[in-house]
């Protein structure tokens, strides 16, 4: 205590706290009387606060506050300690009490650094107040030295996709990034490499350890090296050690060579050995319990295992059963059996073991070192139908590299599919097939497999993915929480990726309101948003999710059905912070075509977001505005700020294309592409316009093409079905039914799936094709199709010897001069339009081109030459005339068909309009009337017996014609998919049937006596074959070998040689050549 009294009085005061004193003797109090302050100054150090993170050689700030009322002038003094108080460094002094200054932060390591402010008062009292114990850190991660390491230590692998593991570690700091790349150059702050370790499902600590965590090396085989690097809480990032890094420690190299995978084909399954090549029909007809020879030829890159071959069987064409005793065989004799060596180069004998009598395949399947695996099928066995060209299996549970897609495919417009593909981190792919549904393929099996199939119901939420199913799935998308979403008919579901497990996120509710749960939303989609046969345009509904859990989405259809009236335009924001759901109303004046319009008149669907990767902010949404009525008569793209409000400038259109081709892919980078059907398009928001980094600048969107691999992104055809990009900006896209990347070079690399313009120079079985529906047959026994999705003929012989390209070469061209080059056929673009026709004497295929022309393949010559068009006289009135001298002016126009002397060609308007059959003499081109007459008509006139005043239907030209020889007429199916079948000749139109189901093509058959009179066809509700004996009035339905397998296409050819039907069929979307040996 301090006592009243005269003079200096000494004491000791023992403060509490972080206050202390000293008043010696000799030091004078004021007496009785006298005012004084006897208390020591109080100091409180507020920053840096207890635990805090500190970088060193930063500035912090040091936070302060003093109670005293007799503080001395500039008597603060501040120091730091770096060992916990022991020693202490002076920072500054005789300080004025500010309660604030900077430090700048020395270059330490230490967790016991404080910071101590002292202060004293007027009669000496010293105060002090000092921090608890921070942390100033000044160095980077750093790696362990010969710990990093590739698929546990390989030196060679055969997949893009590989595991990296490694350790590194921070004394102070916790390491909260990393980043992996194939380049030496240090990545920026900003770089797409750095990943969060949560995306390693790990927390930040001061050790990382990954284990076989995915990167991609690249897509082209070579010597690739990983390097690594690690950054902690405070933004040190480590540097290479050496400056080049050190193998083992932070980079790693492995020799990427991929190879291919095993190759199989002429699957032989016969009843004798040895065999026709290829077997005969009475080869492959078993009775039950009858041995089955079987042979295949295989070969394999990287080796084959130690039991390589795999056989089984299936009755049905889905599910397979494997064969006893050959779940391991060799690639060569197995059990004495015998082969030949020009055509096969393994063998097993099914003795006593033909699973049926009835319809069976066996399939083959082939595995090499790595676990690669091929996979192919016998003919059709005891079956009449046998397959002569086109591989129709997809390729389940094989090799993805060797299996088909099918895109969702519009017939009318040709507009492409979208957001059918994502690829995850760790290089899953996921693919929504038209009609498998979804398909995985996993980097390291790279398998073709079905994780769900559509079946028309959905089921299966709250279990495994794998035992689910789908009802109408329409567009997938990567959840960045590792989550797939699937829109499936009228909700959303979830996969999370780590546990595989299904779940319904939202749609299935009952509530159209904002502020509501997401789990109580309603979707509601109308049909036309699933329907093959109406528009995609009115299937593009988005769902974007963003890093933070939160996604966009659309909710109620648009009124693009009626194309008379704008949409409800809303957008669906799900916050996943608080589990609610509300709305942005894009609205306002204006868009890249007309800056005047009330986008209220518009027509506006899709949806694409510009946003922010770190905080998932969203900068700008984008739609596309397509053709309408009112103020929006052109299309074009419209830009809104986040709250759906019109941007003041606009960004431009997309040039050559219609914005209902259109498709928006966010990029999980944060940025905006758009493709059509022939382009891929980047936003660039700075400059506020679009990029193009895939098909050729001179491609119309009508006109996509072709790109084989390894040609440059910016300066090669492209089709795309849909597209995905990933977090590094890598685009990945499914090209007509490929999945292809675009590298870090800007180069197309392949990754998944057979092309369908696969086997130009093998046997025909073993080829695919893409879209056929026509196709003819020459008096020399070849066959010649086309594909009209590839853009190019092929051809084959009945012998099946080897299938090659006819004309064109894969890209799409309509407005081609004529006549062309020598030798042109096969290297220029074509297309084909509604349907050819082949002269069977010659073999010269006939076509519209570019809309203008009827095109002759003068095979002879090996060039496209004029045969109709270019002249003056337009073809109505140009009866009389040579070919040359006509102009050809309708919309569409096509080649049906060969007499003996003419070429039959319609000429139609697309739904309504005049429409003609005309006759064009093939030695002179010159043109006589068939039928038609001026005048629209919706449907075909009544029989008649004045073809020269009869009306036809506008579509007629799309129909299905053949040549009665006997009697001098053309038989016409009226429409594929209709029942009257009529009959014209010089004079008449007549009715030969009127079938007792809807058909969608027909062949004919009769003699001279009429003793035989028959129709075939296929009918269009069941895909089957019939036939329909005109003399009796009777319809027959052949027996066909398996449901999975339809009759298919707009052509049907009986051969009489043979007696036998050529025919399309199809199997899961895929399409191939068969013969029907008739009974």
Not at 254 to 280: F, K
Not at 450 to 464: A, K, M, N, R
Not at 781 to 799: K, L, Q, S, T
Request: hydrophobic content about 35%.
């Amino acid at each position: 205590m301090l006592a009243a009294a005269c003079g200096r009085v000494g004491f000791e005061h023992l403060p509490a706290g972080n206050v202390q004193g000293d008043v010696g003797p000799g030091d004078t109090l004021t007496g009785p009387g006298d005012t004084f302050n006897s208390a020591l100054p109080v100091v409180t150090v507020t920053a840096p606060g207890p635990g805090q993170l500190c970088e060193g050689g930063t500035e912090i700030e040091i936070r302060w506050v003093i109670t005293d009322i007799d503080l001395a002038q500039d008597s603060v003094n501040i120091h730091f300690s770096e060992d916990g108080g022991f020693n202490w460094v002076e920072i500054l002094l005789s300080q004025e009490d500010t309660g604030t200054t900077t430090w700048a932060v020395p270059l330490l390591n230490s967790n016991t650094v404080q910071v101590r402010v002292q202060a004293t008062d007027l009669l000496g009292n010293i105060g002090t107040g000092t921090s608890a114990n921070f942390t100033v850190d000044s160095t980077p991660p750093q790696f362990r030295p010969a710990q990093m390491q590739i698929n546990g230590g390989a030196t060679t692998t055969a997949r893009a996709v590989v595991g990296v593991s490694l350790l590194a570690e921070d004394q102070l700091c916790n390491i909260s990034h990393f980043c992996l790349k194939t380049e030496a150059i240090a990545p920026a702050d900003d770089d797409s490499c750095w990943r969060n370790v949560t995306d390693a499902q790990m927390l930040p600590s001061l050790s990382l350890q990954l284990s076989d965590h995915p990167i991609t090396l690249g897509f082209t085989p070579s010597a690739y090296v990983v390097y690594a690097w690690a950054r902690d809480e405070l933004g040190h990032t480590s540097t290479l050690s050496g400056g080049v890094g050190t193998e083992g420690q932070d980079r790693v190299s492995i020799l990427y060579d991929p190879g291919a995978p095993p190759v199989l084909a002429n699957i032989w399954a016969t009843n004798v050995y040895p065999a026709s090549s290829p077997p005969q029909r009475s080869e492959q007809l078993f009775a039950f319990g009858q041995t089955v020879f079987i042979r295949w030829h295989a070969s394999a890159y990287h080796g084959f295992s130690t039991a390589p071959i795999r056989l089984s069987y299936t009755t049905d064409s889905l599910t397979y059963v494997d064969i006893a005793g050959a779940e391991g065989l060799q690639n060569g004799s197995n059990g004495g059996c015998s082969f030949d060596s020009a055509l096969h180069t393994g063998c097993f004998t099914w003795s006593d073991s033909a699973p049926t009598d009835a319809f069976f395949r066996i399939r083959v399947i082939a595995e090499d070192q790595l676990g690669f695996n091929a996979g192919a099928q016998s003919g059709l066995l005891n079956s009449r139908l046998r397959m002569i060209a086109g591989n129709i299996d997809r390729g389940l549970d094989t090799s993805a590299t060797a299996a088909t897609l099918r895109p969702k495919i519009d017939w009318v417009w040709g507009m492409p599919d979208h957001n059918s593909l994502v690829v995850t981190p760790d290089g899953r792919v996921f693919y929504r097939d038209d009609r498998l549904g979804l398909i995985m393929i996993e980097p390291q099996e790279q398998i073709f497999r079905q994780l769900i199939p559509t079946t028309g119901s959905s089921t299966g939420d709250g279990g495994p993915a794998s035992m689910a199913t789908l009802t109408r799935p329409n567009v997938i998308a990567y959840g960045h929480q590792h989550g797939l979403l699937i829109w499936d008919d009228a909700r959303i579901r979830r996969i999370d990726l780590t546990t595989m497990q299904i779940d319904t996120l939202t749609g299935a509710g009952s509530s159209s309101a904002d502020d509501v749960p997401l789990a109580e939303v309603h979707i509601d989609l109308n049909d036309r948003h699933y329907d093959d046969s109406s528009s995609p345009w009115n299937t593009a509904v988005p769902v974007i999710a963003l890093p933070n859990g939160d996604i966009w989405f659309r909710s109620e259809t648009d009124s693009q059905s009626t194309l008379t009236s704008p949409m409800p335009l809303r957008v669906r924001v799900y916050h996943h912070a608080t589990g609610m759901v509300t709305s942005v109303y894009p609205s306002g004046t204006g868009y890249s075509a007309d800056p005047d319009a009330d986008l209220s008149n518009c027509n506006i669907r899709g949806l694409g977001l510009v946003y922010d990767v770190k905080t998932s902010a969203v900068s700008r949404l984008m739609m596309a505005v397509e053709y309408n009525v009112g103020g929006c008569s052109d299309g074009g793209i419209v830009a809104f700020d986040p709250t759906g409000a019109t941007l003041s400038e606009q960004p431009p259109s997309i040039p050559n294309t219609s914005p209902g081709y259109l498709r928006f892919v966010t990029g999980h980078n944060g940025e905006l592409y758009i493709h059509d059907n022939a382009r891929i398009y980047h936003y660039d928001p700075m400059g506020n316009q679009w990029q193009q980094v895939a098909g050729n600048p001179d491609n119309n969107a009508e006109h996509p093409g072709v790109c084989e691999p390894g040609n440059a992104a910016s300066a090669c055809y492209v089709h795309p079905k849909g597209a995905f990009v990933d977090k590094d900006g890598l685009i990945f896209f499914v090209d007509r039914a490929r999945i292809r990347v675009i590298d870090r070079h800007q180069i197309i690399r392949d990754l998944y799936a057979q092309p369908l313009h696969y086997g130009d120079g093998g046997l025909p079985q073993n080829a695919r094709f893409n879209e056929i529906n026509y196709f003819g047959v020459t008096d020399a026994g070849e066959i010649i199709v086309y594909d009209e999705n590839e853009y190019r003929f092929r051809i084959f012989d009945r012998a099946l010897t080897a299938i090659q390209t006819y004309a064109g070469n894969g890209n799409n061209e309509e407005t081609i001069s004529v006549p062309r080059a020598a030798l042109a056929a096969i290297g220029d673009k074509i297309n084909c339009g509604w349907g050819f026709a082949l002269d069977p004497a010659t073999g010269d295929v006939y076509i519209n081109f570019g809309r203008s022309s009827i095109s002759r393949l003068n095979r002879a010559a090996g060039r496209w030459e004029a045969f109709v068009g270019g002249g003056s006289t337009n073809y109505p009135m140009a009866d009389g005339l040579p070919g040359d001298e006509i102009r050809l002016g309708a919309t569409y126009y096509t080649p049906l068909g060969f007499s003996e002397t003419h070429l039959a060609m319609g000429v139609e308007t697309y739904i309504v309009g005049d429409s003609f059959i005309k006759l064009y003499d093939k030695t002179d081109s010159v043109q006589s009337h068939l039928i038609g007459s001026l005048g629209s008509a919706t449907v075909w006139d009544a029989d008649s017996a004045n073809t020269a005043t009869t009306k036809i239907r506008a579509t007629a030209a799309r129909a299905s014609y053949t040549w009665d020889p006997y009697d001098n007429r053309w038989l016409v199916l009226e429409t594929s998919g209709g029942r009257r079948i009529r009959t014209i000749d010089s004079t008449s139109l007549g009715t030969l049937l009127v079938a007792p189901r809807d058909v969608g093509n027909f062949a004919y058959r009769r003699d001279a006596g009429l003793t035989v009179h028959d129709l075939f066809y296929c009918g269009s509700a069941d895909e089957a074959l019939y036939r329909y004996d005109l003399i009796t009035g009777e319809e027959t339905p052949f027996p066909w070998p398996v449901d999975a397998i339809n009759c298919s296409g707009r052509t049907l050819y009986y051969d009489a040689v043979n007696s036998w039907l050529y025919l399309i069929v199809e199997q899961d979307g895929l399409k191939g050549m068969a013969v029907y040996e008739l009974p």
